[in-house]
């Protein structure tokens, strides 16, 4: 059987389950469609909350970053797994017991404000929409290299399984087809990885094999890849970093960005209980684990095998010859994401680090530049044909790719709609809405949603890379501290959290165009995005963390300034804070 | 009523140190031994790299892991004793 038919049976056999699964977890209610009826299992809402969260940033682009960057890397690991410690502690269970079905809902109420439920609202659409762009993207990239199809057919597919399940489920159906996918692209990333770690190093456990000793050389794996690395003039893969506050500052952000994001907040108003709410979190971060302990073990492996793949003789010796290279990077030249031009006109792929310190080592090795150039996003989808697998494990990864995709996207769509459906439209424009009528309307909302995040996909806007950064500060800037300080403070009141949230939400959006470009548009950057020009050294993907401690600064400052809040927010604050019911707490 | 007052009061305390405590150590091993003090941690080997390497990697998410089944334990447990659990 081709390959294609392999690809195209696993992708089928999974869109199949993702339709099945719709068409039994029809949403009856806006309590279904919000919150899957908020009786959800807390080990189940887990596996949901990590197909949720793991997007295809996660599956195919992550391992690739860290091969790249090595150590200086590790700040994806740290800060996208350490926000749920943040929302395990600080949001979930409280938000939980609040009981409503949306972010905005918790800081329209608390700060008793329709400004501040609308202020909220927009940071969510934007932080969910530019989100979302990369997702549809990443799905239609799979597509196209797996289905033989163009990229737009792709993610027109995409769009229309996506379609199905989420507007006919809502959460409901949401909630199980992550399951599913979650499940699907697990073992999809698991079976190379244990396959990989067994060639280097025997050990079948990629996290041990990382640490373990590699068989070829009898040296441990990771001085191995030291030495192979040094060697072409790339700095070592466990070096430490100069700039630690911006790695630390970047961890950060990604960390309150994480626990901020609406769409993962909200997995958690779907469980039966504040005490699920809590294990439910402990259990996402489980299911995330499993795929973020065999990430860096992917990195570190998939980067040593190209390179000895390319210098079969060590990097000292002759490398490879191009007209014997293996059939996955001819497979991949035809998608451009690999590149090759022969320099110095010897028919070997000469693959280094090409900088000014190196040129004399290369110069006496008679090497004209770096010849191959290989886009970091490829490592984990070329994987199993790197490792010789089975032609079914490239199958998996295909359906797997487009799992975690697929997954986070109908995560974002369900808060996008949530929120012009209950919050716009119930909460500010018609708030007598019957249920049946808001039902069509977050039907209505998640089909628009839908249709505009598939026609951006269409035409990207170009900056696909740096949006996700803007979400990940939105989030940290805007929603995070507002949350946290609804639910720890009693004195912050409506001012005070506007005030807050705008601060954070401008100083972030500005840093970021500062050195991106005004609203992204190319060439209006009005400084180079270079570490030279950054303030104290800090980078425009770190501040994110900076804006959330203006936002908390500028909150504390108003509000103290001005009135407390009233009395029934006070309470309303003491409800949130214990899991017993309200009334019964207050004991009238 | 005035009891009852006591009682939240003091769970809410009791909650509040238990954050402290487990965020000082979820700061501790990120940005502690993954990053700050990855050269004080630098003479600990561990499989060809160091310690600091193994907490930036593995160590750190390992521990995140273990915080948030603890807090979630033990939180459960202070509903209890303070009788503010859902019935």
Known sequence: ?588 | MVEHKKNAAAYWKANVRLIWISLVIWALVSYGFGILLRPLLSGIPVGGTDLGFWFAQQGSILTFIALIFFYAWKMNQLDKEFGLDEE
């Open chain 1, 1 to 588: 059987m081709s390959q294609f038919a392999i690809n195209l049976i696993f992708v089928g056999a999974s869109f199949a389950l993702y339709i099945g699964i719709a068409i039994w977890a029809r949403a009856g209610s806006t309590k279904e469609f919000y919150v899957a009826g908020g009786g959800v299992n807390p080990i189940t809402n887990g596996m949901a909350t990590a197909a949720d969260w793991m997007s295809a940033a996660s599956f195919i682009s992550m391992a690739g970053l860290i091969a790249a960057g090595g150590y200086a890397n590790s700040s994806f690991l740290m800060g996208w797994t350490g926000g749920y410690v943040l929302l395990a502690m600080l949001l979930a269970p409280y938000l939980r017991k609040f009981g409503k079905f949306t972010v905005p809902d918790f800081i329209g109420d608390r700060f008793y404000s329709t400004g501040a439920r609308l202020v909220a609202v927009a940071c969510l659409i934007i932080a969910s929409v530019t989100y979302v762009i990369g997702q549809m993207t990443g799905a239609g990239v799979a597509f196209s290299r797996f289905l033989e199809v163009s990229n737009d057919t792709g993610l027109m597919i995409a769009a229309v399984v996506v379609f199905m399940y989420a507007v006919m489920g809502g959460m409901k159906g949401i909630t199980y087809t992550q399951v599913a996918q979650y499940v699907v692209l697990i073992i999809a990333y698991t079976i190379p990885a244990v396959f990989i770690s067994l060639q280097l190093t025997g050990n079948p456990l990629p996290p041990l094999g990382l640490f373990s000793t590699h068989t070829e050389s009898g040296m441990p794996l990771l001085q191995k890849l030291d030495e192979v690395v040094r060697e072409l003039g790339f700095q070592d893969y466990t070096a430490d970093v100069d700039n630690k506050l911006n790695m630390v500052l970047f961890t950060l952000s990604l960390m309150i960005g994480t626990a901020g994001l609406p769409h993962v907040i909200i997995r958690f108003f779907t469980v039966p209980k504040v005490a699920d709410a809590r294990w439910s979190a402990g259990w996402a971060l489980v299911f995330i684990a499993l795929l973020y302990l065999t990430a860096p073990a992917v990195a570190s492996m998939a980067r040593l095998n190209l390179l000895t793949t390319i210098y079969p003789d060590g990097p000292t010796a002759e490398a490879l010859h191009y007209a014997e290279r293996p059939d996955w990077i001819r497979t991949w030249e035809n998608t451009g994401l690999i590149r090759f031009d022969d320099k110095n006109g010897d028919g070997r792929i000469q693959l280094y680090n090409d900088v000014p310190a190196f040129q004399q080592t290369a110069e006496a090795r008679g090497w004209a530049g770096n010849e191959l150039t290989v886009n970091n996003d490829i490592l984990v989808l070329a994987n199993p044909e790197i490792a010789n697998l089975p032609s079914w494990v490239i199958g998996l990864i295909a359906a797997g790719g487009l799992a975690a995709a697929l997954s986070t996207a109908a995560g974002l769509l369900l808060a996008i709609s949530s929120a012009v459906s209950h919050d716009l439209i119930k909460g500010s424009i018609n708030p007598k809405i019957s249920d049946k009528g808001e039902l069509l309307a977050a039907r209505i909302s998640m089909a628009v949603a839908i249709v505009v995040a598939t026609w951006l996909g269409l035409n990207p806007p170009g900056f696909a890379a740096q949006v996700v950064a803007l979400a990940f500060g939105i989030a940290a800037a805007s929603i995070f501290p507002a949350l946290m300080m609804g639910i720890f403070s009693k004195r912050v009141n409506s001012k005070g959290a506007i005030a807050g949230m705008l601060a954070g939400l401008i100083s972030t959006v500005v840093y970021i165009f500062l050195y991106l470009g005004w609203f992204f548009i190319p060439g209006t950057a009005t400084f180079a995005n270079v570490e030279a020009n950054w303030l104290f050294g800090i980078s425009p993907l770190s501040f994110g963390a900076i804006g959330a401690m203006i936002n908390f600064a500028v909150a504390f400052t108003v509000s103290y300034l001005t009135e407390e809040p009233p009395q029934d927010i006070q309470d309303l604050v003491e409800s949130v804070r214990y899991p017993r019911g309200a009334g019964a707490a207050t004991g009238h």
